[in-house]
Nanobody, 125 residues
Framework: VQLQASGGGLAKAGGSLRLSCATS?????????MGWFRQAPGKEREFVAL????????YYHPAVKGRFTISRDAAKDTMYLQMDSLKPEDTAVYYC??????????????????WGQGTLVTVSS
């Protein structure tokens, strides 16, 4: 199983970026929930967003809710994170992940089995 994150770059505050996570070796949507995490310099990796397996419901960290949108395209085996109204505090390396978290682990790294390599997002003020 491989996850390949891409789409990071430099954006101005208030701008937008779209991240992609291409998967291989994974039956996309077949029992795996997909998520995004991020890690800012000197900080712990934190949960950003989740799209639940099968039903496709979404869940967001309060800091990004209303600004970020997680989605997936099963035909392309790809997950996306549309990031709008970006803020400097969104600057981080963003990681995509796949796994079978439950409610108590949906925001925790232990809930996810497979990880992408990360893509850097830098937001300037």
């Amino acid at each position: 199983v491989q996850l390949q994150a891409s789409g990071g770059g430099l954006a101005k505050a208030g701008g937008s970026l779209r991240l992609s996570c291409a998967t291989s070796g994974l039956t996309f949507g077949g029992g795996y929930s997909m998520g995004w995490f991020r890690q800012a310099p000197g900080k712990e990796r934190e949960f950003v967003a989740l799209i639940w397996r099968n039903v496709g419901n979404t869940y967001y960290h309060p800091a990004v809710k209303g600004r970020f949108t997680i989605s997936r395209d099963a035909a392309k085996d790809t997950m996306y994170l549309q990031m709008d109204s970006l803020k400097p505090e969104d600057t981080a390396v963003y990681y995509c992940a796949a796994g079978r978290p439950i409610l108590s682990t949906r925001e925790r790294r232990e809930g996810y089995t497979y990880w992408g390599q990360g893509t850097l997002v830098t937001v300037s003020s």
